[in-house]
Structure formats: C-alpha cells, structure tokens
C-alpha cells in the first residue's frame, strides 16, 4: 500500500495567515491526489482533485500543486471558516490511503 | 440536490454481523463509482470499501477483506456494506461516498456510527 506522509499533524495560525500543509508519498502517483477539509462532527468535504483542480464553490484561497511524490495545501489568507482538520488522499490505486490530517487551529 | 443518507448503524457485539445502507438521489446513481470510508473516535479517515458502477469490481482495506462485502442496488439507488466478524476496531462512523470524474471524492453522507461493544 502506498504510504502517506502528512505535515504538519497540527499548526496554529491567525486569521490572514498563509498556510501550508504537504504530503508525500512513498511512491509516484502522477496527480491522483486529492485534498479534503473536516469540521469537528461533519462529514469530510472535497477541496482539492487531480493534485491542483479546485472543485467547484471552492473559494479560490485554496489551491493545490504537487506531482509524483510532493504534494501541498496552500491557504492564501486564511479565514474564520477555514479552521479544521485536512487530509490528502491518493487515488492512483487500491488500497485508496489518506494522510494522517493535519489540525488548523486558532493562534 | 444530490444526497447521500446513510441508515443502519448502532450498537453490535463482538462477532456479530450489521449491514448499513445509503440512500442516494439527485444523480444517476448506476453511472457511479461508490465508496465506503470510516473514521474511529477521535482518529483520521480510513478508506474501507469500492465498488464498480455495475458492481462487477470490488476493493476492500486489508484490514477488512474477507469479513466486509460491498454491493449496490442500481435499481433502488442504494449502496452497502454487510459487516461480519465485527471487532471493537470496527467502531466507527462509516460515511458512504461518491466518486467522481479524476476519482474525487466528491460527495459524502453524514455518516452513520457503528459501535462493537458487549
């Protein structure tokens, strides 16, 4: 199974902040990558596909890039909505793996 | 609207057997691939279970392979997950999700917990 490293597990940051968060695989995957956004009690929500496409009603502050093995989140100017927890998840083959997640927390 | 709603969960013992289901509407349920993910107490997510928009492929988490079976209703537009051999490590949130163009997870349910305990 593809291994899935995450950074970091958790980060504190204010509102404005740029933020970034990275995932590495443990062996190429082209783009099949995926970036999903959690609050605390609801179902995880699609942000990012294919490595670096917004998926639609995204607001633009997110982005993804990355290819084969690296791969990151990136928050331009992070809002008040966007403290939760994200995790990458690869879909190159099965077993799909998800990254541990990593926890935006309020500085 | 496209929904996803799962039902089925509760409280079963250890060895047992649950099958929880998903409801879908708001899409053409047969022209997707679907999935099953899972998320213990306090943990990250967990892929568990896929299956084709025929149901002729399946891929199960090792963790559950040979106790788990998915399968799909593309006349009643619904998805499921038959659960033998429950351990308390089986305990968890199960979120039914679809699977779009690129392998996005692009839609999820609420979820519907599933707890192993005597």
Known sequence: AIQMTQSPSSLSASV?????ITCRTS???????????????????????????????????????????????????????????????QDYNFPRTFGQGTKVEIK | EVQLVES??????????????????????????MNW????????LEWVSFISTT??????ADSVKGRFTISRDNTKNSLYLQMNSLRAEDTAVYYCVREAAQDAFDIWGQGTMVTVSS
């Open chain 1, 16 to 20: 404005g902040d740029r933020v970034t």
């Open chain 2, 8 to 33: 089925g969960g509760g409280l079963v013992q250890p060895g047992g057997s649950r099958r929880i289901s998903c409801a879908t509407s708001g899409f053409v349920f047969s022209s997707y691939q």
């Open chain 2, 37 to 44: 993910v899972r998320q213990a107490p306090g943990k990250g």
């Open chain 2, 55 to 60: 149901g002729s492929t399946e891929h199960h």
């Open chain 1, 27 to 89: 062996q190429g995957i082209g783009n099949d990558l995926g970036w999903y956004q959690q609050k605390p009690g609801k179902a995880p929500k699609l942000l990012i596909y294919a490595a670096s496409s917004l998926q639609s009603g995204v607001p633009s502050r997110f982005s993804g890039s990355g290819s084969g093995t690296d791969f990151t989140l990136t928050i331009s100017s992070l809002q008040p909505e966007d403290f939760a927890t994200y995790y990458c998840l």
